[in-house]
């Protein structure tokens, strides 16, 4: 089920490693574009069923890979005032305006104490490009549709109603997250003005 | 054929919009022969263009309608100012009728049914006083003539014809419909297949027609293609056999027709000055064209700021350089801005025909007058401001001018007048809209905003903050509901338009005489000219345009209100101060206002403001990038843009500021958190983020400060700190 193009990583470290030391951090974008696309070419698969994984901590979460434009390197950030914590500001790429947004602090409230080995998917969510933090990229999945089970009432740190689903994939459990969501633009808005009262 | 079309509608604007700048001109009494021919021309062209796409009903009226032109072109009819309403009015009818075209719905036949009427009682009575026109072409009238000739004509276009989107088949076409046409197809210069290039036209064709129609008519149908193609017509009075040698077009235009000379006149005008001044550029190649040197303006600004840590033995040529770069930067910008401006023209000329819909609707007469036409602006500003200044217009109509019977009570002319004025002033375009209606009425506004709760019932407001609230979100006092305007969401949305393009909006009423409403609008939206200043580690940069002076206070210049206001003495005003550190909730900024700098900054509608920061870094062009592309945005901020180290600044909004502080209740914020751990004392905090040991270390810290401030202030008095922000920059630089 797992993709070996990418390489398996059994542990976030080393996916961090991986994007960090093959390329240097301009060319990561590149690189990460690249394999993407390799990866879509070398497969006959539907692309719509492929998924990239990411860690939080401990937890796996996966998004369609169609939504993922590139991955680069945590860069820094320019902080936005009156913004809610998880927003951690805008970042320059190649000249566009991108908000960055820290998934574990959206889920969990609690902030990510970034490195230079985390990771910022940049997605597209509905005609907008924004960057989520995340820990590591994992993998690769190709889910079969049929095997993503609709999400339990567990101790998830992430609220339900953001979740696609749930599959399990080598034993270990990925999260399916819906970014459109998570970050609606209406819901920023009102958790903005919850921040300010 | 969409394409052509798409072309066609495009070059029909332009038209409309000429043949309405005409007849506005003749309205005022200017029948000068140019300014007819104008819209002669431009209705004409329209007529044509409607012929080749087969918009029938469009052709109809255009025809009668440049049929009664061509009297007054010719003289022998002098339009009074009705007639020239009536023009107007057929104008807008074949504008409407390109539109329905344009959106592919059908026209109802009751469109321009009884204008069409009425220019055709002109025509017939015309008809029946000049000479005897037997034909049916009213415009035929001095050629007068049943008989049949027959006319040989040669029409070969040229390779690239086709590539103007005419269609031979349709001239052909139009040609048949005047009489009896023998069609023979040359071939001669056909190449063999292998060569033939699909897109050129090889093909010509000998033409015999036999009509009753004049040469004019003839050559009408070739209107479009006469440059692109060998044309000779000429009229055969002998077998076909021995043709008398032909004529070029060219020649065939020196012949004594006066139909001929007087088109040659016409195309001379039309063609020359138009060919060799302006080309038609796709606004996509422009806009790339904007993007790159917005690339190159942060690229060398990168380049600027490298530059400075060099030594001087290598930076100096090198700086030099980067100088020049920077100057011709700045000029290449405004060229290309240049390219993309465009004067208000487009926009005020749809206006006209706006009062006159609604003064139909409302039963007015209303006048306008436009002053400042030619002012430049860029053209996504232009073409997001028709909206609001549509709606603006409507309202001034149908809310400001009273009927004529009240303006007559009034002791006022019958008819209103709307003046409307564009001019720039500091960066800005300034545009507004006179009325000399009977103004905003005060207390119907304040009574209607209290009933909609729009503001607390015992707040007192000063006449131009009531005048103001119109723009509020759910206002409207028009008591019924009309067609017009009044549904309520009318003016908030035109001031939410204007804000969005970092415009604002205004307005100043004086009950009896009028109001005054007033947009400012910024000339373009791709680079404005700004000051980096620091706060904390974060950098902000603020419009140049809203600064006044940078200064350090001395402590006793800043005090409190009672409120929690801080204020600043400024040249003997008392200043709002916004400490940036504190609204933006920054941790490590300088708290100490005889450290930082305070900035003095007017927004646009003359308000001022005070805000403190720790440092100016420099002047800079920077590229306003949207917050709201890919985010939402962000109160007190209005873009942000990219700092020569690849960075992102914030750019700060001066008016969204100046709202902010009111907006946010420091002290009753701090109190709180003073009740927490039992303190009595009031000093200023930041918003939020922060343990309330920080914040009493803070306050011991701000009292250190304040006790090294004397010392400060002495070394400061003796260098010399000039209060012009330029200066204020240099001064900074010295001391490093």
Redesign the interface.
């Known amino acids: 089920m797992s993709d070996t193009n990418l390489a398996n990583f059994e542990d976030d470290d080393e996916a961090g490693l991986f994007l960090e030391n093959i390329a240097p951090k301009n060319e990561t974008e590149n690189l990460t574009k690249n394999m993407s696309e390799n990866i879509l070419l070398s497969q006959s698969v539907d692309a719509d069923r492929q998924y990239i994984t990411f860690t939080i901590g401990t937890e796996e979460y996966g998004t369609p890979i169609l939504t993922v434009q590139e991955i680069r390197g945590w860069m820094k950030t320019t902080p936005l005032p009156n913004t809610p914590d998880y927003v951690r500001g805008v970042t320059n790429l190649r000249g566009n305006i991108v908000p960055v947004f820290d998934l574990r602090s959206r889920f969990s409230g609690e902030n990510t104490d970034v490195t230079d080995r985390h990771v910022v998917i940049m997605a597209e969510i509905e005609g907008r490009t924004i960057g989520l933090l995340v820990d590591a990229i994992s993998d690769i999945l190709t889910i079969d549709e049929a095997k993503i089970q609709p999400p339990p009432t567990t101790n998830l740190i992430i609220d339900n109603q953001y979740l696609d689903g749930l599959v399990a994939s080598d034993e270990r459990m990925v999260a399916l997250i819906n970014v459109s969501k998570l970050f609606d633009q209406d819901i920023i808005e009102k958790l903005s003005k919850q921040q300010a009262n | 054929m969409d394409q052509f079309k798409q072309t066609y509608f495009e070059e029909c604007e332009d038209r409309i919009q000429d043949a309405e700048e005409g007849l506005s001109m003749m309205l005022d009494g200017d029948l000068d022969k140019d300014t007819v021919n104008r819209v002669f021309r431009a209705i004409h062209s329209i007529k044509g263009g409607a012929g080749a796409f087969a918009f029938n009903q469009i052709v109809d009226f255009a025809h009668e309608f440049e049929t009664v032109l061509d009297f007054v072109r010719e003289g022998k009819l002098t339009p009074d100012r009705d007639m020239c309403t009536l023009f107007l009015r057929s104008n807008d009818v074949v504008a409407e009728m390109l539109s329905l075209e344009q959106s592919k719905k059908t026209i109802p036949e009751s469109i321009g049914a009884n204008l069409l009427e009425e220019l055709r009682t002109i025509t017939s009575s015309m008809k029946g006083e000049s000479a005897p026109a037997p034909s049916s072409e009213a415009s035929n009238n001095d050629h007068p003539t049943s008989e049949n000739f027959t006319w040989s004509i040669v029409f070969r276009p040229h390779e690239d014809m086709l590539k103007t989107g005419n269609e031979p088949y349709f001239i052909l076409q139009a040609l048949k419909e005047l009489g009896d046409l023998k069609v023979t197809t040359e071939t001669d210069n056909l190449p063999s297949l292998h060569d033939i290039h699909a897109e050129h036209c090889f093909i010509g064709w000998r033409l015999t027609l036999k009509t009753s129609a004049p040469e004019e008519e003839i050559r009408e149908a070739f209107d479009f293609v006469e440059d692109l193609c060998d044309l000779e017509i000429a009229k055969q009075n002998v077998p076909p056999g021995d043709l008398p040698e032909r004529r070029k077009a060219e020649n065939r235009r020196d012949s004594d027709t006066p139909q001929a000379r007087r088109k040659e006149d016409r195309d001379a005008q039309e063609n020359a000055p138009k060919a060799s001044k302006s080309i038609r550029v796709d606004l996509d190649r422009i806009d790339q064209l904007v993007n790159l040197v ?2 190159m303006v ?1 690229a060398q600004s990168m380049l600027q700021e490298q530059v400075r840590w060099l030594p001087p033995e290598v930076g100096g040529k090198i700086g030099e350089g980067v100088e020049h770069l920077t100057r011709h930067m700045r000029d290449l910008q405004e060229s290309v801005m240049a390219v993309r401006a465009q004067p208000i023209k487009s926009v005020f000329t749809r206006m006209p025909r706006i009062i006159r819909e609604v003064c139909a609707a409302v039963g007015k007469d209303v006048r306008l007058t436009t002053f400042g036409e030619d002012t430049e602006v860029d053209k996504t500003v232009l073409e997001n401001l028709i909206d609001p200044l549509t709606h603006m217009i409507r309202n001034s109509v149908d809310h400001g001018v009273e009927t004529p019977s009240e303006r007559q009570a009034a002791g006022k002319e019958p008819y209103g007048t709307i003046e409307l004025s564009a001019r720039h002033r500091s960066g800005r375009i300034i545009i507004e809209i006179t009325d000399d209606g009977k103004g905003i009425n005060r207390s119907a506004v304040l009574k209607k905003a209290q009933e909609k709760n729009l503001i607390p019932a015992d707040h007192q407001l000063t006449d131009n903050e009531i005048d103001n609230l119109i723009f509020k979100p759910g206002f409207s006092t028009a008591d019924k509901v009309s067609e017009v305007s009044g549904r309520g969401v009318g003016m908030d949305v035109v001031r939410k338009n204007v804000t969005s393009l970092g415009g604002r909006i205004n307005v100043a009423s004086t009950p009896g005489k009028g109001c005054v409403m007033t947009l400012s609008l910024p000339l373009t939206l791709a680079v404005m000219d700004g000051m980096v200043v620091s706060v904390g580690s ?1 950098r902000f940069v603020l419009p140049t345009i809203n600064i006044i002076e940078s200064f350090r206070p001395p402590h006793s210049a800043v005090s409190k209100l009672s409120n929690g206001v801080n204020v600043i003495i400024a040249r003997g005003d008392y200043v709002r101060l916004v400490p940036l550190y504190n ?4 941790q490590d900024a300088v708290l100490n206002p005889e450290e930082g700098l305070v900035i003095l900054l007017e927004s646009d509608n003359g308000e001022k403001l005070a805000v403190m920061v720790d440092d100016v870094l420099g002047q800079q062009q920077v590229v306003i ?3 709201e ?4 945005n ?4 209005s873009a ?1 843009t ?1 700092l020569g180290n ?5 750019i700060l909004d001066v008016p969204g500021l100046s709202s902010m502080n009111a907006s946010i209740d420091i002290i009753e914020e701090y109190q709180n958190a003073l009740k927490a751990v039992g303190q009595i004392k009031i000093t200023p905090t930041k ?1 939020g983020g922060k343990t309330d040991e920080e914040s009493a270390q803070e306050e011991d810290n701000k009292e250190d400060e304040s006790a090294e401030a004397n010392e400060t202030n002495a070394i400061e008095d003796n260098e010399d700190h000039p209060p012009k922000d330029e200066d204020a920059e240099e001064g900074k630089l010295t001391h490093e």
């Open positions: 917005g690339e942060i974060q609204i933006f909730g920054i990038k949207s917050l592309t890919n985010y939402t962000v109160k007190g901020i942000a990219i690849g960075d992102v600044a914030l918003k």
